[in-house]
């Protein structure tokens, strides 16, 4: 009889599977528009690794960050739960003739890799897919002394978000939870430091139109408001959309 750890597991595996197979995903895609502000400096935070650095990356693909790294001398290994997008990831190696990175089919939550074996482990969108407690202990495990965890993740205190995504469960899985105050909290009992940063509150609005040569000075202009506003009020910082963590020195 199936638990219910294999039965969310698999869920999760189905799911993407579909979603790497037939992406079906484009009419929120004009949501993701806007997101230059975090994405650059969750960048920033993954461009701190330096050549001979190996790095494990949970969730892969076609646009997996493993490629652009391993083109600067990093060490790379992507995992997935997926075997769909564990295979494209391959594929897309082999097309761009990249050397100094692997893909595995893995369990975030059960890796199998050495303890202390990785400089650094790095996510877009997938802590929330996960049970962050063995997600937190299984990364602190496989990094060395000093070893960093970066993610990009959305949150989960926006009720107005929350609102929208109840009304579209087909684009999500079953069991996915976009992140709380409360799993960051989580996350000091296995590493010494946990830096947060927010992103995107009132900017949410202009994010469809932030390509549009009309919408861009009204997303700007949105994105300074949230700028100021997610700096000084900390009551307001959890209703930001998305979140980039930094997660250094596992215990």
């Known amino acids: 009889m199936s638990t219910q750890v294999d039965v969310r597991l698999e869920n999760e595996r189905s799911f993407h599977d579909d979603r790497y197979r037939d992406e079906s995903r484009e009419a929120q895609?004009?949501?993701?528009?806007?997101?230059e502000?975090?994405?650059s400096r969750f960048r920033a935070f993954v461009d701190q690794f330096k050549p001979g650095d190996r790095v494990l990356e949970l969730g892969c693909g076609i646009d997996s960050?493993?490629?652009?790294?391993?083109?600067?001398?990093?060490?790379?290994?992507?995992?997935?739960?997926?075997?769909?997008?564990?295979?494209?990831?391959?594929?897309?190696?082999?097309?761009?003739?990249?050397?100094g990175v692997t893909f595995r089919e893995m369990n975030a939550e059960v890796l199998e890799?050495?303890?202390?074996?990785?400089?650094?482990?790095?996510?877009?969108a997938v802590l929330h897919h996960l049970d962050v407690m063995c997600a937190y202990s299984e990364m602190a495990r496989i990094l060395r002394p000093g070893g960093r965890s970066i993610f990009i993740e959305p949150l989960g205190h926006n009720p107005?978000?929350?609102?929208?995504?109840?009304?579209?469960?087909?684009?999500?899985?079953?069991?996915?939870?976009?992140?709380?105050?409360?799993d960051f909290t989580l996350a000091q009992r296995y590493f010494d430091q946990v830096h947060v940063e927010m992103f995107h509150l009132?900017?949410?609005?202009?994010?469809?139109?932030?390509?549009?040569?009309?919408?861009?000075?009204?997303?700007?202009?949105l994105s300074w408001v949230d700028r100021r506003l997610l700096k000084i009020s900390s009551r307001l910082r959890w209703h930001a959309w998305i979140a980039v963590a930094e997660l250094r020195g596992p215990r």
Request: aromatic share 10%.
């Open 65 to 99: 960050l493993a490629f652009s790294l391993a083109e600067r001398g990093v060490e790379v290994v992507g995992i997935d739960i997926s075997s769909v997008a564990v295979g494209l990831a391959q594929d897309e190696a082999a097309r761009r003739g990249v050397d």
């Open 160 to 182: 107005v978000i929350n609102a929208y995504r109840n009304r579209t469960p087909g684009n999500r899985t079953e069991f996915e939870h976009p992140l709380r105050c409360e």
């Open 37 to 39: 502000e975090s994405d």
């Open 29 to 35: 895609d004009k949501y993701y528009e806007g997101l």
């Open 202 to 221: 009132f900017s949410i609005v202009s994010s469809p139109i932030a390509k549009r040569w009309w919408g861009r000075p009204i997303h700007r202009s």
């Open 113 to 124: 890799f050495e303890a202390a074996s990785f400089e650094g482990v790095i996510g877009t």
